[in-house]
């Protein structure tokens, strides 16, 4: 079991930044495939960003060039710096952990676990 909790959304202006944070307790979140997802309303939850045990990064077009996803494995903690936001960023965030290759990383369907959410509103 992994529980997750997200912090760091808020409301902000276009060509602002935010970063958020997705912090891991019970199994160290060492062992996963951290990913970030967000969703609109009435909106499926889409695919944002990922990085794998090796560090390895993977983005949605959408946010290429803008956002940067990290982790920090020794504070069991994975990072979404948003920079430039646009008003079509405006979602709620959740943070995601997915065993390696056991999917992909852009599928929330291949996620195990889950935070609450954070949202994040951008105006323009």
């Known amino acids: 079991q992994v529980q997750l909790v997200e912090s760091g959304g808020g409301l902000v202006q276009a060509g602002d ?3 958020l944070s997705c912090a891991a307790s019970g199994r160290t979140l060492s ?8 969703q609109a309303p009435g909106n499926v939850r889409e695919f944002v960003a990922a990085i794998t045990l090796s560090g390895s990064t993977y983005y949605a077009e959408s946010v290429k060039g ?11 903690t994975v ?3 948003m920079d430039s936001l646009k008003p079509e960023d405006t979602a709620v ?4 952990a997915r065993t390696p290759n056991r999917g992909t990383v852009y599928a929330a369907s291949h996620y195990s676990y889950w935070g ?3 949202q994040v509103t951008v105006s323009s």
């Open 93 to 96: 965030y959740y943070c995601g």
């Open 66 to 76: 803008r956002f940067t996803i990290s982790r920090d494995n020794g504070k069991d």
């Open 31 to 38: 062992r996963y495939t951290m990913g970030w997802f967000r």
């Open 116 to 118: 609450q959410g954070t």
């Open 17 to 19: 930044s935010l970063r």
């Open 79 to 81: 990072y979404l710096q």
